[in-house]
């Protein structure tokens, strides 16, 4: 009898092409995280218990949305494994593979026929479509996906679906299925790399080590050298600083003149957020724009996709120095995108930059001055001169924002 059961669970894995993701379950997976952030952990946590609930009852759609190596594949393969445990028919695809054996089953060599294929895959009891978004875009492939989603959203057959990329970046046929709340569970997951191990490779990119003796201890208030108008807003500046990095929420700009104390406030409080334990990026803007740039290279050790997405799911994420005066329209389209992420996700976000926001694109802009998401704060100090008291620094002509 347990010799016809196991013969059994083979032969459901082998349909179901959950071969190779066996050891996909929950009780393999890490619901803490490796080295996560709390709110990441709590994030994650969440993921595992909404795939544990939907593997005991599947209906309607489950969506789960995050970077690459979160989990999400592990947990949609141990929804699959669960199910096929129980002896129910389970259907696991990864997207670009489904679209190959559809275009294989067009040969006459092939051992089923095209239409036999694709109405298994349309109608499987419980289908999961793995990485939706890494395929080639083309008008077929498009056309292919759309008529499996609208059936199954149509039939209302239980469906998983995964995917790297936002909603809005997909096809928008899709999307519209996707985002049906009378069907669908949308889930973002936050969490970084599992297969890094914890260590999340944007970490190259921070250059946070540069600035590990920026410290609210050690900032300048220049007393005495600066009007006491300046020198008032300079404290504000630092309070300011003070009060996000024990509690991070929303968005906090600093604008104002080089050398001014910016980028010193901002990279205290990623120190002070690192001191804690917490997971933090600090980015020079220019520099990310550089590694984006550079990783379009097929050389380069990790492509740009991966690269933008763990930078712009950072649980906390210092831009410095944002400029975009002179940013192509490519490097505003990155920023933006960047930017949209982070405010729709609500990610703790310091930025630091020396255009007023009038200045600024339109697109950021209207982000950051967002008050109920923002804090935006102009501090009115010139660049650092080395304590030289204000009757010696000469006149000068600024206008006060």
Known sequence: MEEHRQARLEELRRTSNLELLAHMTFGTFHPEGYALAPRQRENLRRAYEL??????????????????GCGKTHLAAAIANQRVERGQPTLFVTVPDLLDHLRAAFSPDSEIDYD????????????????????SATPWAQEKLYQIVNYRYNARLPSVITTNYRLEDLDRRLVSRMT?????????????????????????????????????????????ELPPEEERNLKSALSIAQGYAEDPEGWLVFTGEYGCGKTHLAASIANHRKAQGHTVHFVVVPD???????????????????LFEEVRSSPFLVLD?????????????????????????????????????????????SRMLDISLCTVYAILAPSYRGGVPPRLRGSRSRTKR
């Open 321 to 365: 120095d944002l400029e975009t005066r002179s940013a192509t329209p490519w490097a505003l389209e990155k920023l933006y995108q960047l930017f949209n992420y982070r405010y729709a996700a609500k990610l703790p976000t310091v930025i630091t930059m020396r255009e007023a926001l009038e200045e600024a694109d339109p697109r950021l802009a």
């Open 51 to 68: 795939a544990q609930r939907y593997a005991e009852d599947p209906q309607g759609w489950l969506i789960l949305i995050g970077g690459y």
């Open 116 to 135: 036999q294929r694709f109405e298994e895959v349309r109608t499987a009891p419980l289908l999961i479509l793995d990485d939706l978004g890494t395929h």
């Open 180 to 224: 049906d709340a009378g069907l669908c569970q949308v889930y973002h997951i936050m969490a970084g790399d599992f297969r890094a191990s914890g260590v999340d490779r944007s970490d190259e990119l921070s250059t946070l080590n540069l600035y590990a003796d920026k410290t609210f201890e050690k900032f300048d208030l220049r007393r005495g």
């Open 288 to 306: 990310f724009l550089d590694h984006l740039r550079a990783a379009f290279n097929p050389n380069s050790p990790i492509s740009s996709d991966k």
